[in-house]
Nanobody
Framework: QVHVVESGGGLVQAGDSLRLSCEASGRTLTTFSMAWFRQAPGEDRDFVGAVSWNGGDTYIAPPLKGRFVISRDNAKNTMFLQMNRLKPEDTATYYC?????????????????WGQGTQVTVSS
């Protein structure tokens, strides 16, 4: 079993930056990948980005490139999402997901464990 916990959400103004964190704990396997998804009220859960098991490969959804950056600290089993120049449309619950097989795709079914989410609200 893997426990996934997100943190760092909050209320910010448009143009601000915010950094989310996600820590995975539990099983001692090391070759797991991690991803961020987000879900706005009444909307589908969308892929934000992912990072490979060693942090060497990162992926960001095209509309978010240039503003969002994913990184990973393997020593702490922690992934980060740096969000810059935030917009009101970035308002959503942000979820962290873990794939024990190292998937880094955009489909939710590729991920085995999920966190409870952290709320990000961007005011205009």
């Amino acid at each position: 079993q893997v426990h996934v916990v997100e943190s760092g959400g909050g209320l910010v103004q448009a143009g601000d930056s915010l950094r989310l964190s996600c820590e995975a704990s539990g099983r001692t396997l090391t070759t797991f990948s991690m991803a961020w998804f987000r879900q706005a009220p009444g909307e589908d859960r969308d892929f934000v980005g992912a990072v490979s098991w060693n942090g060497g490969d990162t992926y960001i959804a095209p509309p978010l490139k240039g503003r969002f950056v994913i990184s990973r600290d393997n020593a702490k089993n922690t992934m980060f999402l740096q969000m810059n120049r935030l917009k009101p449309e970035d308002t959503a619950t942000y979820y962290c997901a873990v794939s024990m097989e190292g998937h880094t795709g955009r489909r939710q079914y590729e991920y085995d464990y999920w966190g409870q989410g952290t709320q990000v609200t961007v005011s205009s």
